[in-house]
C-alpha cells in the first residue's frame, strides 16, 4: 500500500472542536433583555412573598444560594484557572477548581511542556456573571450553573458547574461548556425564586438526564444510527466532529480504496460522577456532564501514515510516522437542555468545550 501524508496541523483539528459553539441572548427571569445582549432566559416576574412573622418560615422555598455568593464565586474561578494556567502547574487550580476540570488541565499542561503552541488552545471562563441558576435544595450535595462570560474578549459565554458537597465545603468547579452558536436557548428562572435541582435518574423529563447523556455520547460515537427515533436535536459540536473525522477519513485513504489504507472512530463515554441538573421556567431541565474519548487511526498492515513537521500531536509523541495506529484522547464538558415529558420534543446540546488531553502512536 501507499504511504500517506497528512499535512494537517493539530491547530486546525483542535479548534473545529474548541471552537465557541454558542451566541444567544438570554433573558432573565424579570424578561428583561441581558445588556450584554448575550444569553436568553426568561420568566415571569416573581411575586416578592409576604413579610413572616417573626420566628415563622416563608411558606413558599427560597434560593439555597444568593446571586451576590455566586457573583463572588465566579471571578475566584476565573483567577485560579488563569493563575495556573500561566505557571502550567495544576496545583493553582485549587480550591475552587476540582474533579476533571484539574485532570484535563494537568494533562493540558503536558503537552504544552511538549508543544508549547497547544497553550492557544486553553478555554477560560470569564469573571463576571451573567445569569446564575440556584438551587432551591438546603440538602447536600447542592449545585449551581452560572452562564460567565469569556475571558477572550468579544468571546461566547460559558456554562459552569458548580458544586458545594457539604456544609463546611465551599463550591468548586469541574467544568465550564462553551455556549453553542444558533441553538436557541430555553428559559430559566429569576434568581430570587431559584431552580429545582435534577438528578441524573430523573422522571418527568423526555428522558432521565443519564439517558440523555449516554445518548449524545453514542451519537458521537456512531452517528445517526445511535439515535433511530430522532430524539437528539442538531448541534454544532457533533457536526464539527463528525465533519473532522470524515475529512481525516478522507485524507487517510486518498488515492486508494474506501478505508484500505486506515480506519477512523472516536468513542465517547460518559464520566457517572460529575452531574449537574436544573429545572427551568417551562419543566424541563439544564444538565451538564463530562464525556472523554479516544479517537483512533488505525493503519492497515503494509500502509504507513506520515504527519507534517509542524503538527502539534507529533511533537507531543516525538515521532511523525505511523504504521500501525494513531491514537489522541480528548475531555469534553456539556451541557444539554431536556423538555419535560408533558411538553415532549427532542434532547438538545446547548454547549461543549473539549480539551485534548494526549497523543500516542507507532
Not at 448575550?38 to 409576604?50: D, F, K, N, Q, V
Not at 495556573?84 to 499542561?109: E, I, M, Q
Not at 459565554?157 to 458544586?163: G, K, M, S
Request: hydrophobic share 40%; glycine share 10%; proline share 6%.
Amino acid at each position: 500500500m501507499t504511504r500517506h501524508d497528512l499535512r494537517r496541523t493539530a491547530r486546525k483539528d483542535l479548534t473545529m472542536s474548541t471552537l465557541p459553539v454558542g451566541r444567544r441572548g438570554l433573558f432573565l427571569g424579570a424578561g428583561s433583555l441581558l445588556a450584554t445582549g448575550l444569553l436568553a432566559a426568561c420568566g415571569s416576574e416573581p411575586t416578592p412573598p409576604a413579610a413572616p412573622p417573626t420566628g415563622k418560615e416563608l411558606a413558599e422555598p427560597a434560593p439555597a444560594q444568593t446571586t451576590g455568593q455566586i457573583t463572588a464565586i465566579v471571578p475566584e474561578v476565573n483567577a485560579a484557572v488563569a493563575a495556573a494556567d500561566k505557571a502550567l502547574d495544576p496545583k493553582k487550580l485549587g480550591p475552587r477548581v476540582s474533579g476533571s476540570a484539574v485532570k484535563f488541565r494537568t494533562a493540558a499542561y503536558e503537552m504544552i511542556g511538549r508543544a508549547k503552541e497547544w497553550k492557544e488552545e486553553l478555554r477560560v471562563p470569564g469573571a463576571k456573571l451573567l445569569v446564575p441558576l440556584t438551587s432551591l435544595s438546603e440538602e447536600f450535595p447542592r449545585v449551581s450553573i452560572a452562564l460567565v462570560e469569556d475571558s477572550a474578549k468579544e468571546g461566547v459565554p460559558y456554562f459552569l458547574a458548580l458544586q458545594q458537597a457539604d456544609a463546611k465545603s465551599g463550591y468548586t468547579t469541574w467544568g465550564w461548556a462553551q455556549q453553542a452558536v444558533g441553538v436557541e436557548m430555553p428559559m430559566v428562572p429569576d434568581a430570587a425564586v431559584g431552580s429545582e435541582q435534577v438528578t441524573a435518574d430523573a422522571e418527568g423529563l423526555v428522558m432521565t438526564p443519564k439517558k440523555a447523556l449516554e445518548l449524545y455520547a453514542a451519537v458521537l460515537s456512531n452517528g445517526a444510527e445511535s439515535d433511530p427515533d430522532g430524539q437528539l436535536g442538531a448541534n454544532p459540536f457533533q457536526t464539527a466532529t463528525h465533519e473532522r473525522i470524515q475529512t481525516e477519513r478522507k485524507e487517510l485513504n486518498a488515492g486508494v480504496e474506501k478505508d484500505e489504507a486506515a480506519t477512523i472512530h472516536e468513542k465517547f463515554s460518559v464520566n457517572t460522577e460529575e452531574f449537574v441538573g436544573l429545572r427551568t421556567d417551562d419543566g424541563g431541565a439544564i444538565v451538564m456532564g463530562t464525556l472523554t474519548s479516544s479517537r483512533k487511526v488505525a493503519i492497515k498492515d503494509g500502509a504507513k501514515v506520515s504527519y507534517a513537521e509542524d503538527n502539534a500531536y507529533t511533537k507531543v509523541i516525538g515521532k511523525k510516522e505511523f504504521s500501525s495506529e494513531f491514537v489522541r484522547t480528548y475531555g469534553t464538558h456539556v451541557a444539554m437542555y431536556l423538555p419535560s415529558a408533558d411538553a415532549g420534543g427532542k434532547v438538545q446540546p446547548i454547549g461543549a468545550t473539549q480539551t485534548a488531553l494526549g497523543a500516542s502512536g507507532k
